[in-house]
T-cell receptor, first 117, second 114 residues
Framework: AQKITQTQPGMFVQEKEAVTLDCTYDTSDPSYGLFWYKQPSSGEMIFLIYQGSYDQQNATEGRYSLNFQKARKSANLVISASQLGDSAMYFCAMRDSLTGTASKLTFGTGTRLQVTL | DTAVSQTPKYLVTQMGNDKSIKCEQNLGHDTMYWYKQDSKKFLKIMFSYNNKELIINETVPNRFSPKSPDKAHLNLHINSLELGDSAVYFC?????????????FGPGTRLTVT
């Protein structure tokens, strides 16, 4: 069963607007971590933001914030004041301990974000 | 200053050949990984090493053999390359196995098998 679900294959947003990229996850492990990565057309994977399952507050990093709703098992990425350089693929990923190690990242299928003028 | 580096960046080879991809991290991390990204952009873990010890091997064909000579290096050797091996291979590292808040990725190696 897929553990990370990103239902939006593609999204468009106008420059300077905010956009929310959806991510839902499935795990029975009470201790897990959720990550968002950005992959621009150049191909590298850039870490954006992390949310731990026990964190009381939603994570924020500059223009990125994570809307963490634990009961709904969702970890949506919010990008405020979009810029043209935000155009990229965005991946949601999860780390849990069910495999016996907490180091494995499981990725969603990604959302391609296009920022328009 | 590159944190995680991979060589080569591009690799074009014929079916049946053997090739290697090298990875080095200068972050002092204990844990390193290999991921495969297919043509649909799906990323999947292949291997993970912690302090030179293999800890994850995700049902990868045994034509793929990782080697970690020290904790700063994790190389990937592929024997008898097949068309389906064409993908982008990412190396990554994290501080340790238990509290790996983030994994730092290398730039990727685009492997094309013809």
């Amino acid at each position: 069963a897929q553990k990370i679900t990103q239902t939006q294959p593609g999204m468009f947003v106008q420059e300077k607007e905010a956009v929310t990229l959806d991510c839902t996850y499935d795990t029975s492990d009470p201790s897990y971590g959720l990550f968002w990565y950005k992959q621009p057309s150049s191909g590298e994977m850039i870490f954006l933001i992390y949310q731990g399952s026990y964190d009381q507050q939603n994570a924020t990093e500059g223009r990125y914030s994570l809307n963490f709703q634990k009961a709904r098992k969702s970890a949506n990425l919010v990008i405020s004041a979009s810029q043209l350089g935000d155009s990229a693929m965005y991946f949601c990923a999860m780390r849990d301990s069910l495999t016996g190690t907490a180091s494995k990242l499981t990725f969603g299928t990604g959302t391609r974000l296009q920022v328009t003028l | 200053d590159t944190a995680v580096s991979q060589t080569p960046k591009y690799l074009v080879t014929q079916m049946g050949n053997d090739k290697s991809i090298k990875c080095e991290q200068n972050l002092g991390h204990d844990t390193m990984y290999w991921y495969k990204q297919d043509s649909k952009k799906f990323l999947k873990i292949m291997f993970s090493y912690n302090n030179k010890e293999l800890i994850i091997n995700e049902t990868v064909p045994n034509r793929f053999s990782p080697k970690s000579p020290d904790k700063a290096h994790l190389n990937l050797h592929i024997n008898s390359l097949e068309l389906g091996d064409s993908a982008v291979y990412f190396c990554a590292s994290s501080q340790d196995i238990h509290r790996s808040y983030e994994q730092y990725f290398g730039p990727g190696t685009r492997l094309t098998v013809t």
